[in-house]
Every structure is written in C-alpha cells, then in structure tokens.
C-alpha cells in the first residue's frame, strides 16, 4: 500500500476567485507554486481570474510564458538573463543600485520594477534618491515598485508597523511618479488579511492565502482558506508490544502498558516534518498518538478498534497545515515544500 496525497484543485480555483475578487492579486508561484505543481496552480489560478503571477526563479517565469502570452509575470529576484527575460516578456526586480549601474545598457527594452529592501534586509533599495534617479532615467521601463514585509506574519510586536510607516514614506517620495506605476505591491497573504489593501497600491501579493492556508491563526475564520491538501496512510501491521518497551530507532518511545502499535506506511522520507509527531492522527474518527517517525514508517499507539488497511489521515479538514503551523511545527510553507509528491499515491479533484 501507498500513502496518498489528494489534491483538491476546484479549492484552488474557489481560492483564487475568492482573493481576486477582493484585491487584484499577483499570484506568488515560486517553489513550484508551493510544491502544488506550477503548471495546476497556473491553471487553476488563472480560472479563478488572477491574471498576475511572480515568482524567483527564471526557469519557472519562462514556463508561464509558455502557457500564456498575455499574463503579467514578474521575477522577483535579481537575474542577468537579460536575453532571455526579453525574449521572455518577463519583468524583472532590479534589486540594487549597483546592479542598475553595472547592467543599464542591458535594461533597456526589458520591463522592470524597483524593489525597496526595507527591514527584511535581502534584497532592494535602501535610498529614495537612488530609486528616483532609475525612474528619472529615459532609457529604462519602470512599470513598478515594491517591498516585502519581514513581520507582517508576527503579532505583539510593532516591528511591522514600523516597517509599514517606512514603506509608506518611500510611496510618499515617489509621489510625482506613481501615476504612471502600473504595479504598486507590498502585501503578502498576512499584511492583507490584517489591513486590506494599502493606500496607493494596486495589487497584493499573495501566496499562502491562495493555497488554502491562514497565514496566522488568531481572529481567522477557517472558511476564508479551504485546505487543498489532504494526506492520509495505511495501517500495514499491528503488533503487541508490552508495558516497559521501547519502540523505534534508539529506544524512541517507551511504553507505560501494554498497547496495540500500529505500523503506517508514511514516515519523513515522504516529507513529513520530524514535529508532526507531537500531534495526533485520526483513524477511523478517533486520534490517535504517534510514538516514533521514522523514514518510511510512522508507529502509533493504536487500540482493539484499529484494523490492518484502515486508513490513517495526517492531514484533511480538520487536521490543518494552517492549525500545525500555530502550534509550532513550521509555517504551512514549509510543511508544504517539504512533502515529496512522487512519493504518494496523487489524486486529483477537478
Ligand atoms: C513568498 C513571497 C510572498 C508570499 O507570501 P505569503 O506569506 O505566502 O502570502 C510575497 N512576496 C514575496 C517577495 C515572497 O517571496
């Protein structure tokens, strides 16, 4: 038996419609579209009327292209490919004032926009006046400006307002040229969530909300994300252990008594993360703990009601990537990029 992977893409075109119809929505698709498969979420995407995607490699934007000639694609890292982005059509972050100067000739004819580096610290700009001498410059094609918030994920702090207050002072500096910016962008899927749209911006920015993840938990009804994902296993063995007993790599887990251990056929080779054991799966409606996680197996404290070939679910509706992420076991990003696709069994509901 296999463990398997279902993938619910009718979730994924409601998502899009649903954030789309809110704020115009430049689709971030990196990692693979989150490790959903790039070309599903392009597809999926785009039905649900997002007609802006971004993402930071160049291979991934060349594929978009492909599949469409008339979306908006945005590479969000800093590339010198400069053939191929205007081959391409691609739009392309130019994320220093050192790069501007090295490569200007190379710029022109290709589309490009300005990122502001802000409190993240990676990438972009950290001058208002080395922003305005690229938009003063007659030569290139700026059709945008942008930054990325470093905290907008995290509450009880201020750092994000802070960060926001500086953004808003670089929008401010830009005003003269702002009217003719067809691309003003800041927001992640958070920053949305907790303002809306920003003043003087045109779209969002979003990914974790469109795959059907609340980026935070607090004050978040579940009906704002479906989950796309759902995961479940196999029982393939029981076994009697006694009370006393280890079970597992290193004596992982002793036994208080004597329990039913059922054998499941999914472990972290599949890409579960090793914190998922601290929580518990459900088998026949009813959770279960798990006791080890190993690479190809997971052991659970079972009882009398588990059978050989019941299903053992990690993840579904109410086991939430968006829930795990809260209690600590690493944002749904990361649970996400983490699972091995060609490891399961994949079904599809379209
Ligand atoms: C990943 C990423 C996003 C999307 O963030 P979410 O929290 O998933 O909504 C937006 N902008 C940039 C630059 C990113 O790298």
């Not at 989150?34 to 009327?49: A, D, I, K």
């Not at 960060?163 to 702002?178: C, D, H, M, S």
């Not at 036994?255 to 929580?279: Q, S």
Request: glycine fraction near 6%.
């Amino acid at each position: 038996m296999t463990a398997r992977l279902t993938l619910n893409e009718k979730r994924l075109v409601r998502q899009a419609h649903f954030i789309q119809s809110k704020a115009d929505t430049i689709a971030v698709v990196k990692n693979d579209g989150y490790n959903h498969g790039l070309e599903r979420v392009y597809r999926t995407f785009y039905e649900g009327g997002i007609r802006a995607f971004s993402t930071t490699v160049l291979s991934e934007a060349i594929q978009l292209r492909k599949w469409n000639s008339d979306i908006f694609i945005l590479l969000l890292d800093p590339n010198t490919e400069f053939q191929l982005i205007r081959e391409y059509d691609i739009t392309l972050t130019v994320s220093s004032f050192d790069y501007y100067e090295k490569y200007k000739d190379e710029l022109k004819g290709i589309t490009i926009q300005l990122v502001f580096r802000n409190d993240l610290n990676r990438l972009g700009f950290d001058h208002l006046d080395d922003m305005k001498q690229i938009l003063d410059d007659k030569d290139l094609n700026v059709n945008g400006i942008w930054t990325h918030f470093a905290s907008a994920d995290d509450f009880g702090v201020d750092r994000y307002q802070k960060e926001k207050e500086k953004w808003q002072t670089v929008i401010k500096g830009l005003r003269a040229y702002l009217p003719r910016l067809k691309y003003i962008h800041a927001q992640n899927s958070a920053s949305f969530l907790r303002d809306g749209p920003l003043p003087h911006h045109t779209h969002i920015r979003g990914g974790v909300i469109l795959y059907g993840a609340r980026p935070y938990y607090e004050g978040l009804d579940a009906s704002l994300a479906e989950q796309v994902v759902s995961i479940e296993a196999n029982v393939i063995e029981l076994t009697s252990v006694e009370g006393g007993q280890t079970i597992g790599y290193s004596a992982d887990y002793k036994l208080e008594k004597d329990a039913k251990i059922a054998v499941c056929d999914i472990g972290y080779g599949n890409g579960l993360l090793k914190a998922r054991k601290n929580f518990p799966v459900l088998i026949n409606g009813k959770a279960y703990p798990i006791r080890s996680i190993m690479m190809s197996h997971i052991l659970i404290e079972a009882d009398n009601n588990v059978e050989i070939g019941d299903s053992v679910i990690l993840y579904n509706d109410a086991l939430r990537f968006d829930w795990f992420a809260n209690q600590g076991i690493g944002p749904f990003s990361q649970q996400m990029a983490s699972l091995n696709k060609q490891t399961f069994e994949l079904t599809i509901i379209k």
